[in-house]
């Protein structure tokens, strides 16, 4: 099982409660980050704020910022792990994690291991409730832990009251998305992961790992389609 969350860096440096006067005080623009990534590509930056527009409308600068280093630390990264699992003999299964507290002021956003107080039922903990408030659902926390403990046991999720979790598959990319309520979508956010699959400079360790258990094993070479 592989996945992320929306807002992974809404914890970790870039809050989306930010102004976009803190965000521009930042030591890096977002022009910086992309043109340190991709030194080839000089009409990158432009071209992210778009597809960032159509993945999140109306999306505020700190969501932009925030997102483009969390899909150059985990997202991508793991959309490109998925792509090479894909083609292995074992199943996958991919998630996006897009829950978060709607009533928080500031807002919280779905933030980096959100997932896991659910996941070992540790949401009504004081210094889980402090982030996520003080009623997260208990529906989310039944299905989460649910779907891992069942994958622990034979390999494959299962949500009790939710949809069938597909295999990840590259054809389809069929991914469980967790939110307010639990659906299964094909290749979500998929204008950033299409605009920044070539060419990417990090996370190409996760090809090479894969390669470990690709039936033709590490010398194998691994043809993996990122379109």
């Keep these: 099982m592989v996945g992320t969350n929306e807002h992974e860096f809404a914890g970790l ?10 965000v521009a005080a930042l ?9 340190d990534d991709f030194p ?8 992210y704020r ?26 991508q990264p793991s959309n490109r792990l998925l792509a090479a699992r894909s083609l292995a003999t074992g199943a996958t299964y991919g998630y996006l994690f897009r829950w978060e507290p709607r009533e928080a002021r500031p807002r919280v956003g779905a933030v980096h291991g959100g997932e896991v107080s659910f996941l070992f039922r540790h949401q009504d903990h004081p210094q889980v409730t402090e982030v996520l408030g003080p009623k997260p659902p208990e529906w989310l926390a039944d299905a989460l832990s649910a779907a891992w403990t069942s994958f622990a046991a034979t390999g494959r999720p299962v949500l ?57 094993g590490p010398d194998h070479d691994l043809q993996v389609d990122h379109r």
């Design 160 to 216: 009790p009251d939710g949809p069938d979790w597909p295999q990840y598959r590259i054809e389809d990319r069929k991914t469980m998305i967790i939110g307010d309520r639990l659906e299964v979508v094909g290749d979500p956010r998929g204008e950033l992961r299409t605009l920044l699959a070539h060419d990417a400079p990090l996370g190409l360790g996760c090809l090479e790992a894969a390669g470990q258990d690709h039936p033709g």
């Design 13 to 22: 440096g870039v809050p989306l409660a930010w102004s976009d006067a803190e």
């Design 40 to 47: 080839d590509r000089p009409g990158l930056a432009a071209d």
């Design 50 to 75: 778009k597809a960032f527009e159509v993945a999140a409308p109306g999306a505020s600068q700190a969501e932009v910022v925030g997102g483009y280093l969390t899909d150059r630390t985990y997202r």
């Design 27 to 35: 030591p890096e623009r977002l022009e910086d980050l992309i043109a």
